[in-house]
Protein backbone atom coordinates (compact mmCIF):
# COMPACT_ATOMS: atom_id res chain seq x y z
CA UNK A 1 0.00 0.00 0.00
CA UNK A 2 2.72 2.63 1.04
CA UNK A 3 4.61 1.35 -2.63
CA UNK A 4 1.01 2.28 -4.20
CA UNK A 5 0.66 5.73 -2.97
CA UNK A 6 4.20 6.74 -3.54
CA UNK A 7 3.72 6.00 -7.46
CA UNK A 8 0.92 7.87 -7.31
CA UNK A 9 2.47 10.73 -5.84
CA UNK A 10 5.39 10.42 -8.38
CA UNK A 11 3.19 9.70 -10.96
CA UNK A 12 0.85 13.16 -9.75
CA UNK A 13 4.44 15.03 -9.60
CA UNK A 14 5.72 14.66 -12.97
CA UNK A 15 2.23 15.00 -14.54
CA UNK A 16 2.35 18.36 -12.99
CA UNK A 17 5.66 19.48 -13.69
CA UNK A 18 5.14 18.09 -17.41
CA UNK A 19 1.69 20.82 -17.51
CA UNK A 20 3.46 23.84 -15.65
CA UNK A 21 6.43 23.48 -17.56
CA UNK A 22 4.93 23.36 -21.37
CA UNK A 23 2.46 26.71 -19.72
CA UNK A 24 5.71 28.50 -18.33
CA UNK A 25 7.72 27.81 -22.38
CA UNK A 26 4.56 29.04 -23.84
CA UNK A 27 4.47 32.17 -21.96
CA UNK A 28 8.25 33.19 -22.20
CA UNK A 29 8.17 32.05 -26.03
CA UNK A 30 5.11 34.82 -26.47
CA UNK A 31 6.45 37.53 -23.93
CA UNK A 32 9.79 37.25 -25.93
CA UNK A 33 8.28 37.81 -29.21
CA UNK A 34 6.06 40.87 -27.97
CA UNK A 35 6.77 43.71 -26.63
CA UNK A 36 3.85 46.15 -25.64
CA UNK A 37 5.01 49.96 -25.16
CA UNK A 38 2.83 52.52 -23.68
CA UNK A 39 2.27 55.19 -26.48
CA UNK A 40 4.28 57.76 -24.58
CA UNK A 41 7.18 55.58 -23.70
CA UNK A 42 7.67 54.78 -27.65
CA UNK A 43 8.07 57.84 -28.48
CA UNK A 44 10.65 58.37 -25.97
CA UNK A 45 12.57 55.85 -27.03
CA UNK A 46 12.61 57.06 -30.37
CA UNK A 47 14.09 60.71 -29.70
CA UNK A 48 16.85 59.30 -28.04
CA UNK A 49 20.37 58.03 -29.95
CA UNK A 50 23.66 58.61 -31.82
CA UNK A 51 24.45 59.23 -35.57
CA UNK A 52 26.25 57.21 -37.77
CA UNK A 53 30.14 58.28 -37.90
CA UNK A 54 30.63 61.44 -40.34
CA UNK A 55 33.99 63.71 -41.76
CA UNK A 56 34.17 66.39 -41.12
CA UNK A 57 32.77 69.34 -43.86
CA UNK A 58 30.17 66.62 -44.12
CA UNK A 59 26.22 66.92 -43.16
CA UNK A 60 24.65 64.39 -41.03
CA UNK A 61 21.11 63.02 -41.82
CA UNK A 62 18.20 64.94 -40.57
CA UNK A 63 18.02 64.16 -36.85
CA UNK A 64 14.80 64.42 -34.50
CA UNK A 65 15.22 65.20 -31.33
CA UNK A 66 13.60 66.76 -28.00
CA UNK A 67 15.90 68.95 -26.22
CA UNK A 68 19.61 68.40 -26.56
CA UNK A 69 22.10 67.35 -28.80
CA UNK A 70 25.59 66.83 -28.25
CA UNK A 71 28.31 66.66 -31.04
CA UNK A 72 31.65 64.86 -30.15
CA UNK A 73 35.03 65.53 -32.64
CA UNK A 74 37.38 63.00 -33.53
CA UNK A 75 41.02 64.69 -35.06
CA UNK A 76 42.80 62.74 -37.66
CA UNK A 77 46.59 63.91 -37.49
CA UNK A 78 48.24 66.43 -35.66
CA UNK A 79 46.87 70.35 -35.85
CA UNK A 80 47.81 73.44 -34.16
CA UNK A 81 46.58 75.01 -30.92
CA UNK A 82 45.14 77.61 -33.13
CA UNK A 83 43.03 75.13 -35.43
CA UNK A 84 39.52 75.86 -34.93
CA UNK A 85 36.06 73.52 -35.57
CA UNK A 86 33.09 75.43 -36.27
CA UNK A 87 30.45 73.46 -35.46
CA UNK A 88 26.47 74.41 -36.83
CA UNK A 89 23.22 72.95 -36.04
CA UNK A 90 20.26 73.51 -38.72
CA UNK A 91 16.71 73.29 -38.65
CA UNK A 92 15.79 70.72 -41.79
CA UNK A 93 14.43 73.16 -44.69
CA UNK A 94 16.77 76.82 -43.37
CA UNK A 95 20.04 77.48 -44.89
CA UNK A 96 20.83 79.52 -41.39
CA UNK A 97 21.78 77.69 -38.65
CA UNK A 98 19.44 78.17 -35.80
CA UNK A 99 23.02 77.82 -33.41
CA UNK A 100 26.72 77.27 -33.76
CA UNK A 101 30.13 77.15 -31.84
CA UNK A 102 33.58 77.25 -32.18
CA UNK A 103 35.73 74.99 -30.99
CA UNK A 104 39.39 76.12 -30.33
CA UNK A 105 41.15 73.61 -29.82
CA UNK A 106 40.43 70.69 -32.76
CA UNK A 107 43.44 68.61 -31.82
CA UNK A 108 41.62 67.34 -28.76
CA UNK A 109 40.46 63.77 -29.09
CA UNK A 110 36.61 63.37 -28.07
CA UNK A 111 36.09 67.07 -27.81
CA UNK A 112 32.63 67.73 -27.57
CA UNK A 113 30.01 70.71 -27.58
CA UNK A 114 26.10 70.62 -26.58
CA UNK A 115 23.17 72.67 -27.90
CA UNK A 116 20.16 72.63 -25.63
CA UNK A 117 16.62 73.65 -26.09
CA UNK A 118 16.21 72.03 -30.23
CA UNK A 119 13.06 70.40 -30.37
CA UNK A 120 12.02 68.84 -34.25
CA UNK A 121 14.48 67.85 -37.14
CA UNK A 122 17.51 69.12 -37.28
CA UNK A 123 21.46 68.46 -39.05
CA UNK A 124 24.51 69.08 -37.90
CA UNK A 125 27.88 70.40 -39.58
CA UNK A 126 31.68 70.22 -38.31
CA UNK A 127 33.67 72.71 -41.02
CA UNK A 128 37.41 72.70 -40.07
CA UNK A 129 39.52 75.87 -40.11
CA UNK A 130 41.85 75.06 -42.25
CA UNK A 131 40.13 73.23 -44.33
CA UNK A 132 42.72 70.90 -45.16
CA UNK A 133 42.21 69.74 -41.59
CA UNK A 134 40.38 65.78 -41.43
CA UNK A 135 38.59 63.74 -38.74
CA UNK A 136 34.67 62.41 -37.61
CA UNK A 137 32.22 63.42 -35.84
CA UNK A 138 29.15 62.03 -34.20
CA UNK A 139 26.39 63.08 -32.43
CA UNK A 140 24.17 62.38 -29.53
CA UNK A 141 20.83 63.38 -29.42
CA UNK A 142 17.53 63.32 -27.23
Not at 88 to 97: A, I, M, R
Not at 123 to 131: F, L, T
Request: proline share 4%.
Amino acid sequence: MQNKKKKIVAMASLLFLTITGSAYADVSATSSNYVDVPTQENHFLSTMGTSNSYNWGQTTAAIYCSGRITVHTFPEGQYFERDTLLVSVYKVGSPVPVDSYTLQNAKQYNNTVSFKNLYGYHYINVEPSPSSMKGTFYVDYN
